[in-house]
Structures are given as C-alpha cells and as structure tokens.
Antibody, heavy 118, light 107 residues
Framework: QVQLQESGPGLVKPSETLSLTCTVS?????????WGWIRQPPGKGLEWIAT???????YYNPSLKSRVTISVDTSKNQFSLKLTSVTAADTAVYYC???????????WGQGTLVTVSS | DIVLTQSPGTLSMSPGERATLSCRAS???????LAWYQQKPGQAPRLLIY???SRTVGTPDRFSGSGSGTDFSLTISGLEPEDFAVYYC????????FGGGTRVEIK
C-alpha cells in the first residue's frame, strides 16, 4: 500500500521560497506512478499545483507555473515542491498525492499546513 | 482552463434521504474524465468515483456517478451518518481542475 508523508517548514516569510518534501513508502518512486502536489487554503477548495512522472516529465498548473518546480529524488524515494516568491495567498494545506495516471488521485498524504507570514 | 461549478453550495439532508450533487463544466470534459472526492474535517480528500461513473475499491454502492459532456452528478442513494462531508468534483481531461465543493450537512 502506497503511503505518503509531507514534511517541511510550517511558516515561510513573504517573498521567500516554500519547500516541501514527500516521502513515499510501500512503493518505489521510480516505478510507473505519477506524483504530485495539491493545496487547499483554509476553508476553501482544492487546487492542483504540479505532477511529475516516474520518467521525470513535469506538468504544472498554468497559473502557478512560473513559480513552481517539482522534482524527484529516487535515492531517497522522495519528491519535492518548491514555490518561489510566496505571498499570503499561498497559505494552505499542501497535500502530496500519487496514482498510476495524471488524472484522479487515490493516494494522498495527510497534508501539511504552510503559513506565509512575516 | 475548464471551470467546474458545483451546486448547491450546501445541501441540508436527513439520514436515509437521497442526495444529488451537481458539477457543471465550462466546456465539455473530454472522455468524461471526471472524478468525485469526499472530504471530512481535518482529513485528506478520499477518491470515490473516477471516469464519471466508476467506483473505486471500497466506495459503497450507495454512491453513484453519472453524466457526460458538461453536466455530471453524484448521487448518494440513502445518506448514512458517515456521508455528511464536503464533496468535490475534479476534471482531468484538460489539465486538472477542481470544483468549489458541495457541503452535505445534517438537517
């Protein structure tokens, strides 16, 4: 069974870079899955951020593309998110997700709240 | 981007009643690539339905999805206490976008 766990700072200052890591257990990250990030501002809906395939092909939300990088570290069975130039609007619970296609997502991490504030 | 509009925003229902949630797309969703999720407070969303009408393993058969093109719906045939939650639709035909959610609350 695939298990995902997010980690990273819970507080980031405005204009800085948000960096999160997702550790995958129960499955090899280099196998045929797609790994991604979805966020949810407090009390609001869901927003897809980015996805990466096992071969390294990346897919980004056009509205965030200029600020986002997703990457994979197969040696650690982890994938990561970097979001630059953050503002208060980037405050959200960030979920890492995975599934066999870039489509729906069956496997979700528990989520981690990142607050952007000085 | 395809914009998904869910209605109603909130549905007040009693246990045992039938609930119908709507998800309307701003343009046709290719191949009916639409999913439904359930989210309870403090939890990650849980995938219920994919490809508009296919239930995932573990999704009770009281949940059913239907629709095509721009109009989709999720029906819960008899609400159980554990079904009171927020439901989101998501399309994956063109990029990935989510609807704003429908809250199903106890009347």
């Amino acid at each position: 069974q695939v298990q995902l766990q997010e980690s990273g700072p819970g507080l980031v200052k405005p204009s800085e870079t948000l960096s999160l890591t997702c550790t995958v257990s129960g499955y090899s990250i280099s196998s045929t899955y797609y790994w991604g990030w979805i966020r949810q501002p407090p009390g609001k809906g869901l927003e897809w951020i980015a996805t990466i395939s096992q071969s390294g092909t990346t897919y980004y939300n056009p509205s965030l593309k200029s600020r986002v990088t997703i990457s994979v570290d197969t040696s650690k069975n982890q994938f990561s998110l970097k979001l630059t130039s953050v503002t208060a609007a980037d405050t959200a619970v960030y979920y890492c997700v995975g599934d066999r296609r870039i489509s729906w997502y069956y496997f979700w991490g528990q989520g981690t709240l990142v607050t952007v504030s000085s | 981007d395809i914009v998904l509009t869910q209605s109603p925003g909130t549905l007040s229902m009693s246990p045992g009643e039938r609930a119908t949630l709507s998800c309307r797309a701003s343009q046709s969703v290719s191949s009916n690539y639409l999913a439904w999720y359930q989210q309870k407070p403090g939890q990650a969303p849980r995938l219920l339905i994919y490809d508009a009408s296919s239930r995932t393993v573990g999704t009770p058969d009281r949940f059913s999805g239907s629709g095509s093109g721009t109009d989709f719906s999720l029906t819960i045939s008899g609400l159980e206490p554990e079904d009171f939650a927020v439901y989101y639709c998501q399309q994956y035909g063109t990029s990935l976008t989510f609807g704003g959610g429908t809250r199903v609350e106890i009347k």
